[in-house]
């Protein structure tokens, strides 16, 4: 493991580090980097005091993960048999599927 700064606690550690390979880490390092924000922003990690907490962030968000999806198909079917509007129900459907962002947590580099 190399010192990286851990994104839970703040501190620099010994940590395991994010995948980089991420889209949706790739796209938020993009923002961070192309506006000025951070500059810690390719060397965040999780250290292995903050691992218990990682875990259960992580799985926290594969479990909002999976009920927004079965909610947004279920959903965007409902709509589309009320309404016969593909369009519009693939749109709810996958709105509702984003929701699950706002809970994101970045996977470990394996």
Not at 63 to 75: F, H, I, P, R, S
């Amino acid at each position: 493991m190399a010192r990286l700064l851990c994104s839970l606690c703040g501190t620099v550690k010994s940590a395991k580090p994010f995948d980089m390979n991420d889209p949706v880490f790739q796209a938020y390092v993009w923002v961070m980097r192309h506006f000025g924000i951070s500059k810690h922003i390719g060397s965040l990690g999780v250290c292995d005091s903050c691992m218990p907490r990682y875990t259960r962030m992580m799985s926290g968000y594969r479990n909002k993960q999976a009920y927004l999806l079965t909610g947004g198909t279920v959903l965007a079917v409902l709509y589309f048999f009320l309404t016969q509007n593909a369009f519009l129900s693939l749109l709810l459907g996958a709105f509702i599927f984003s929701l699950s962002l706002l809970s994101y947590c970045p996977p470990l580099k394996e």
